[in-house]
């Protein structure tokens, strides 16, 4: 294993005042997780469609104001919604905020009301991870030509799972996969990505491998070690914020140190 066992909450930004989640916020810094999420949707993705949400990139400039420690991130931004060069420029910014603690995480998009809503056009799952696949390098040569430049080399989490295109993008551009399924379909999409690796040039055993988890680690996470995972991240929605879970995982990776 190359990479320290890390734990991560997405929280939703939706059905909750912003009050709510910015103490979410604080209570998920004071347990301990190594990185806050949100996501980027215009809408609910859960609950009543049209009930209350916040935008993804305002909110992490303020959670780079209000935390100290923990990295933070969208799980994920969509690609389509801003120009490849604006979203580096933000990411650069929030990074700047942070003091170094900003992840990029992306994908291609997949919400089609968000693009309906807001007028992008939805195109083909093809034509999006083909956008995604000319936006990275863009984004890359971005920061490399701003003042001031990043204060690191930002990491890259790319969400996605297409076995032919998506996990060549991510052998070619990432630092983190977040995988979808179960632990099974991780493995064998786990072994096309290192495959992928060898026809790139790259050596895509170091990407670090990511997941979600909804059950306790006593339940999965000995398997899901086993098959290479070290970055675990629950979630928590509005407007409670039960962060009992995600306090369980933290237990469980210090228990391992």
């Known amino acids: 294993m190359t990479h320290d066992i890390r734990i991560g909450v997405q929280l939703q930004p939706q059905h909750a005042d912003y009050a709510q989640i910015r103490d979410a916020v604080r209570a998920a810094e004071d347990a301990g997780v190594d990185i806050i999420f ?6 609910p993705l859960y609950g009543d469609p049209d009930g209350k949400h916040f935008e993804c990139w305002t909110m992490l400039g303020a959670w780079a104001e209000q935390t100290s420690r923990v990295e933070i991130g969208a799980l994920v931004t969509c690609n389509s919604y801003r120009n490849p060069e604006l979203l580096a420029d933000m990411a650069r910014t929030v990074d700047h905020i942070s003091g170094g603690r900003l ?18 056009e939805f195109g083909t799952a093809g034509s999006r991870i083909a956008d995604l696949g000319e936006a990275l390098p863009r984004i890359k040569a971005r920061w ?33 996969w977040h995988s979808f399924g179960d632990v099974e379909t991780l493995r064998r999409k786990s072994a096309i990505l290192d495959e992928h690796g060898e026809a790139v040039g790259r050596d895509a055993t170091q990407v670090e491998r ?12 000995d398997e899901l070690v086993a098959a290479g995972v070290t970055l675990f991240t629950t979630s928590a929605g509005g407007p409670d914020y039960d962060l009992s879970l995600t306090r369980e995982w933290v237990a469980w990776r210090d228990s391992r140190r």
């Open 38 to 43: 949100n996501w980027d949707h215009f809408f």
């Open 103 to 120: 992840i990029l995480g992306i994908g291609a998009g997949w919400f089609e009301k968000d693009y309906d809503e807001f007028g992008y």
């Open 210 to 221: 990511s997941v979600a988890v909804q059950a306790p680690p006593g339940e999965v996470a």
């Open 144 to 176: 490399q030509r701003s003042n001031p430049a990043p204060t690191r080399e930002i990491p890259i989490l790319i969400g996605g799972g297409g076995e032919k295109k998506t996990l060549r993008i991510v052998a070619q551009h990432a630092d983190a």
